[in-house]
Structures are given as structure tokens and as C-alpha cells.
């Protein structure tokens, strides 16, 4: 074993350095690797470099003399069968060769946990262009009921791309949600801070004081684009920040708790008359696309939110075509 130095490629552009490590050296553990920087042994362009340092292309990483691992490897993931393939197929609106972006369901998790087997990161091995092409990536996160917009990358330096600009706010989030009661003001900005209590399934996000230390900053625009008399509401709705649930319970702390939300609103959320499901749409995604300039893409409404819009009288128009700027 000796030291070697490996150059940073244009698709590993501003992926974290312990990131970059555990691509090139899977077997290397997350605190072998701090303590390596911590010694200087790991370099970036002769520098010292932390674990949370960001790589640029063309950038040379000294890496020091690293065993082999000795755990067995990852077992081989199970082909998808026709049925699955189908599925997530279905579910894109759009995809170039660099970003992919679905139409989720509600009802389907985004990634599993206990008890869950079927969710969309088990099947990204079906939306791979070729056999040998990386697996895609999910870049961002909606909950299980919600429906719409789910952006995913397929490569690893451009999930970084695109996380970095989730981070920097450079992508704008829009949702569509039926509420029950009508805001007042008609638009304005949700300034509440949340926090999270419990842990697993079972937590929830609720309103918090500013002075509480586990209280999160949280900000959401929202605007009536119509309402039912003052009974429901169509919203649109732009999360400023991304804390969990934050629309759910900014709409909640609003007033007007969203229709057929199974965790928030209590017994307000679920009028008689109305589908019992969840009505919040992740409608539009408005963000700089990898390669340059901006990409607009839209989602049609899922069968019980058209289902109320038709009931309630609200036209939200034809779904806008994908498009690039």
C-alpha cells in the first residue's frame, strides 16, 4: 500500500469530501476517515482538509494508504419485475440526462422503514438509462401522503449540484392544498417556528416559541387562489424552509388545517362529503438545471384532488409542459 493522489472529476462538483471517500473507498468508516484529516494525512491541493470540505473538478486528493476492507460485500439488489417497472416509469414527467423528475402517488413512501417494502428508492434501479449507468438519486424528500413533484439526479455529482442549490434556496418550491376555513389575510407569509417531538412514526411537528431551544426557524408563503364561500380553500403554498411537515402544521397554526390530513387539523380536517385523503400537491418545481439555465416542470392533480376541485367548483387550468430556460 502506498500513498496515491486522485483527481476530482467534473461529475464530483461540490460533493463533500467524506462523500468522495466513500464512493472511491466504501469500506472506509466515517470516523477512520476524521481521524485521517485530523492528522493531515488526507490533503486537498497539498492543503489540510475537513471531512465537510466541498471538491471542485480538476482538484487533487492525497490519500493515504487504506486497508482492504474485510466485510463481505453489499449483497447484489433484486431485478425489478415488469409490474415494478411500470410503475415507476409512470410516474416520470420529465428526464434528460442529467435530472429525472416524478409525479409521486399519495400513499407511496419515498424511502422504506420498518414495515415498509415498497417505496420509490427501491425502484430507481428501473429509471437507469443503461444497465451500467449509476443508480439514481433521490434529491429531496416529500412525505408519504402527499403527491406530486419528487427530483432525482443521475449521477452523484449531480445530486450535489442540485442539493447545493436546495441548500442555497435557488429552488422554488410550489404546492397546491384544498384547506378547510378560508386565511385571512388572503396572502401573506407563515412566520412560526416548529419543533419536532418524539422520534420515529409516531413524532410530530408542532408550533414552538421562539425562545424554546429546540424551536426551528420556519417560513411558507401562501396565497387563496379560490375559495368555496368560507367553508374551503385552494392554496398555493411555498415553503421557504424545509422543516418536516412544515406546511401541514403552518396551515394548521393558520386556522384552516388541510383537507383530510390523517395527523394534523383533528376533526376539523375531515368534513363529511369530501375523499378522506390528504389534498396537498407538490404542483411546481423551479429550479437551475445542471447544465445551465432554468427548468420549470409541472404535475397534474391525483384523482381525489381533481375530485374535489370538480365538486368544489375550482379550475386550476391545463398542467404547463415542461420547460427550459
Not at 375559495?227 to 403552518?250: E, I, Y
Request: proline share 8%; aromatic share 4%; hydrophobic share 40%.
Amino acid at each position: 500500500m502506498s500513498v496515491v493522489t486522485l483527481t476530482v472529476s467534473e461529475d464530483e462538483a461540490d460533493i463533500r469530501l467524506d462523500r468522495w471517500f466513500r464512493r472511491h473507498y466504501p469500506h472506509l468508516t466515517q470516523g477512520a476517515l476524521q481521524k485521517l484529516c485530523r492528522t493531515g494525512q488526507v490533503r486537498v491541493d497539498g492543503k489540510r482538509a475537513e471531512t465537510s470540505t466541498r471538491l471542485a473538478p480538476g482538484q487533487a486528493v492525497r490519500v493515504p494508504p487504506i486497508p482492504d476492507a474485510s466485510r463481505p460485500a453489499p449483497a447484489p439488489r433484486k431485478e425489478l419485475d415488469e409490474r415494478l417497472l411500470r410503475e415507476i416509469r409512470g410516474m416520470v414527467v420529465y428526464t434528460d440526462d442529467q435530472v429525472i423528475v416524478l409525479n409521486k402517488p399519495a400513499g407511496l413512501p419515498v424511502q422504506g422503514g420498518p414495515g415498509i417494502t415498497h417505496h420509490v428508492d427501491a425502484m430507481l434501479d428501473g429509471l437507469k438509462a443503461q444497465d451500467d449507468d449509476p443508480r439514481p438519486r433521490l434529491v429531496h424528500r416529500i412525505d408519504r401522503d402527499t403527491s406530486g413533484l419528487l427530483l432525482l439526479a443521475r449521477t452523484p455529482g449531480v445530486a450535489a449540484k442540485l442539493a447545493a442549490a436546495f441548500r442555497g434556496r435557488d429552488v422554488k418550491k410550489t404546492y397546491w392544498a384544498v384547506v378547510v376555513g378560508r386565511p385571512s389575510p388572503a396572502s401573506g407569509v407563515i412566520d412560526q417556528p416548529l419543533a419536532r417531538l418524539g422520534v420515529g412514526p409516531g413524532a410530530l411537528t408542532v408550533v414552538a416559541s421562539r425562545k424554546d431551544d429546540d424551536a426551528a426557524y420556519a417560513l411558507s408563503e401562501y396565497e387563496v387562489m379560490d375559495a368555496a364561500g368560507r367553508k374551503l380553500s385552494w392554496l398555493a403554498l411555498s415553503p421557504l424552509t424545509g422543516r418536516t411537515h412544515q406546511l401541514r402544521v403552518h396551515c394548521e397554526a393558520l386556522g384552516t388545517p388541510i383537507l383530510g390530513d390523517p395527523k394534523y387539523g383533528g376533526d376539523a380536517a375531515h368534513p363529511e362529503g369530501f375523499v378522506d385523503r390528504l389534498h396537498l400537491h407538490a404542483r411546481t418545481l423551479d429550479l437551475p438545471h445542471p447544465a445551465g439555465g432554468r427548468l420549470v416542470v409541472s404535475a397534474e392533480l391525483p384523482a381525489h384532488m381533481r375530485e374535489t376541485f370538480r365538486q368544489l367548483g375550482f379550475s386550476p387550468g391545463a398542467t404547463a409542459s415542461p420547460r427550459r430556460s
